[in-house]
């Protein structure tokens, strides 16, 4: 079986499992994500902007860390590239994957952004972190800079896989991931 195939079947089985969840777990897991936020800016006078991602097919929603937080949303471009910019209150349009996200403006730098919440299908206890299969955060975080930025897995309890995803040589583990259940970074 190749790695394509493998993925394949991993990703049918964990969006299973995720469109199982309830919305109090979901809950549960932006309140846990809120926690870590909020302990993370305490060791920072200054915090720059804070990563997320727009929710789609049952994927927890942070957005409401807009309320306290400067945000930034990505913006998908052609050949797999992925930006991030400011969400203010600009009105959103659709990326190159028809995702809502801020019009093109300046790009900001991995010196802006203090921190990145992608979503997951799964997630093991190597930090491998299994998506969609677009690629655009392990392209991104292949410049060593970026990768420096933390970058945190979003989901349930019950897609941590608990036995190691399939892993091929582009997949660059995460800082960490957050559930309703724990936060572990």
């Known amino acids: 079986m190749t790695i394509f195939e493998s993925k394949k079947l991993e990703r049918d089985s964990f969006r299973k499992l995720r469109n199982g969840i309830t919305l109090n777990q979901r809950e549960n ?16 006078k200054n915090i720059g902007y804070i990563a997320i991602y727009w929710p789609l097919k049952n994927e927890v929603d942070i957005r409401g860390l807009k309320k306290k937080f ?3 949303l990505p913006r998908c471009k052609d050949k797999k590239e992925l930006f991030f910019y400011p969400w203010d209150e600009e009105p959103l349009t659709k990326d190159s994957e028809g995702i809502l996200s801020p019009k093109d403006s300046s790009p900001l730098s991995y010196l802006q952004i203090s921190m990145i919440f992608v979503p997951c299908l799964s997630i093991d206890k190597n ?48 800082s960490g991931f957050i559930t309703e259940k724990e936060i572990f970074v």
């Open 29 to 44: 897991v932006e309140k846990n994500v809120r926690l870590y936020v909020d302990s993370f800016v305490k060791g920072y």
């Open 70 to 72: 400067s945000l930034a």
């Open 127 to 174: 930090l491998t972190r299994l998506g969609y299969g677009g690629g655009y955060f392990d392209k991104l975080r292949r410049n060593n800079n970026w990768r420096n930025v933390p970058c945190i897995g979003v989901l349930t309890s019950n897609c941590v896989s608990t036995i190691p995803l399939t892993r091929a040589d582009w997949d660059i583990p995460l």
